[in-house]
């Protein structure tokens, strides 16, 4: 299983970007997939996450300005980051929570790449 997320860049402060995370492979469920973001000498940190049905969690830095979303046909989920500010410049990472097969119920946790979003006039 990959994970292979896009979408960062440069922005101005009360910009937008968009990410994207497909995840291919052998797939039998996505229990969940989310992104976390990891600032310069700060830990990773959960910014938001979405259930396979749908249930979505934010960190309250982001309530109101981040939405996530996933598209279960495509095992892809986004991240639309609307209202940026300086303090949103990390390496954002996706991470999805896998079933390969059905016979098998164990969960296994993958990472995507990082992709780096930098805020900034």
């Known amino acids: 299983v990959q994970l292979q997320a896009s979408g960062g860049g440069l922005v101005q402060p009360g910009g937008s970007l968009r990410l994207s995370c497909a995840a291919s492979?052998?797939?039998?469920?996505?229990?969940?997939m989310g992104w976390y973001r990891q600032a310069p000498g700060k830990e990773r940190e959960l910014v938001a996450s979405i259930t396979s049905g749908g249930i979505t969690n934010y960190v309250e830095s982001v309530k109101g300005r981040f939405t996530i979303s996933g598209d279960n046909a495509l095992n892809t989920v986004y991240l639309q980051m609307n209202s940026l500010k300086p303090e949103d410049t990390a390496v954002y990472y996706c991470?999805?929570?896998?079933?390969?097969?059905?016979?098998?119920?164990?969960?296994?946790?993958?990472w995507g790449q990082g992709t780096l979003v930098t805020v900034s006039s």
């Open positions: 991470n999805a929570g896998i079933r390969r097969r059905g016979f098998d119920l164990t969960t296994y946790d993958y």
């Open positions: 492979g052998t797939i039998f469920r996505i229990n969940g």
